[in-house]
């Protein structure tokens, strides 16, 4: 995900707008989510500035996460969006290793996007608030059905 900023860098103070998507991530950019969580359908959008040697962008990230449902492992798919507020600066800093680089007219945001992502995930992630999960006697989803296990009967349809 490479943004130009030739145009924020000769006309300081500007806003320009710019809107990156990505409908499927690579294999490789799939690896940084936990097990059984993926993205698609990646959207950054907002507006860039220049100011001299910095650049500061300011916008949203935006996509499909597809997970696995905490309690009753069911696949699901949510939309999450987050906002973004980033400075870019020409030169590195020893001291703050965490400071975003730029060089050239180009902005590199993968690895700033796909942080942003995974931050923003739940530490636990449920198809819905109320998922009752499974039966720990059967392993029936109880979202599903009602298991009634003191007649033997297993799970039957509500």
Known sequence: ???DIGRALQQPGEPFPFNIEE???SAEQSQRFPEGVFAR???VEGFIVGANETVFVRG???AKIIAECARCLKSFERS???GVHEVYVRSSDPGDPDR???QGHTLELEEQVYSTLLLALPIRSLCKEDCVGLCPICG???NDCAC???EGNGCTSE
């Open 148 to 150: 009634e296990h003191t």
């Open 140 to 142: 029936a989803n109880l």
């Open 60 to 62: 949203s990230v935006c």
């Open 41 to 43: 359908s990646i959207c």
């Open 23 to 25: 409908a499927e991530p």
């Open 80 to 82: 999450l969006a987050v």
């Open 100 to 102: 975003n680089v730029f």
């Open 1 to 3: 995900m490479i943004l």
